[in-house]
């Protein structure tokens, strides 16, 4: 299985871009990587998802380089809003089927003033 | 339109009672997931349904069963539950789709064990 590995935490101010970086060294050739977002009291929302190279999206961009052993979010000038846990998730796939999903313990984002 | 609806959303236990967390999707999913959440942890797998009428173990399966009644349901039970089952419990479901990773997930359930 896919092991993920991310900061536990990240400080930023507003209108900064924000970079956190998941390290996955075991990504098998047709694992997805994708970004949720929590916030207290609630359930994980789904960010983006990409498989190599840049994919972007209205709230985010997601970097892969080749090796694809390693992914990084991108928040560009982050607000207070944003603040959060982010989780770095790699889409298992076993024979066309979503199987075992597994989330690492996420990077805790805290955005100041 | 609703997605993922759980049910309670707070529930208070004593050791050794049982009970039955539920978990309906009404967006025609195929793949349904139970987590639970602790503090520091992370959200850690239960039990997943992959499709209706197959259910699998999870990362920590230990104390619970679970049961695909149907498309639209995958509930969560406690036979006996244990102070260590305290937790947020979280569902999910997605698509099955082999290209895509997205989770709807509910609000979540928050279970105290006496």
């Known amino acids: 299985l896919a092991k993920t590995t991310q900061p536990i935490s990240m400080d930023s101010y507003e209108g900064q871009e924000v970079n956190i970086t998941c390290s996955h060294n075991?990504?098998?050739?047709?694992?997805?990587i994708t970004w949720y977002q929590q916030f207290p009291s609630q359930g994980p929302r789904f960010i983006i998802q990409?498989?190599?190279t840049k994919v972007t999206n209205e709230v985010a961009s997601l970097f892969i380089p080749a090796d694809r052993k390693s992914s990084t979010l991108s928040l560009p000038r982050v607000s207070l809003s944003d603040t959060a846990v982010y989780y770095c998730?790699?889409?298992?796939?076993?024979?066309?089927?979503?199987?075992?999903?597994?989330f690492g313990k996420g990077t805790k984002l805290s955005v100041k003033p | 339109n609703a997605g993922v609806t759980q049910t309670p959303k707070f529930q208070v236990l004593k050791t050794g009672q049982s009970m039955t967390l539920q978990c309906a999707q009404d967006?025609?999913?195929?793949?349904m997931y139970w987590y639970r959440q602790d503090p520091g942890m992370g959200l850690r797998l239960i039990y997943y349904?992959?499709?209706?009428?197959?259910?699998d173990k999870g990362e920590v399966p230990n104390g619970y069963n679970v049961s695909r009644l149907n498309k639209r349901e995958f509930s969560l039970r406690l036979e006996s539950a244990a102070p260590s089952q305290t937790s947020v419990y979280f569902c999910?479901?997605?698509?099955?789709?082999?290209?895509?990773?997205?989770?709807?997930f509910g609000e979540g359930s928050r279970l105290t064990v006496l």
């Open positions: 999910a479901s997605s698509a099955q789709r082999w290209d895509t990773g997205e989770l709807f």
């Open positions: 967006m025609n999913h195929n793949s």
């Open positions: 990409g498989y190599k």
């Open positions: 349904s992959a499709s209706e009428g197959t259910t």
């Open positions: 998730l790699v889409v298992l796939n076993y024979g066309g089927s979503q199987g075992n999903l597994i």
């Open positions: 075991n990504i098998a050739t047709n694992d997805y």
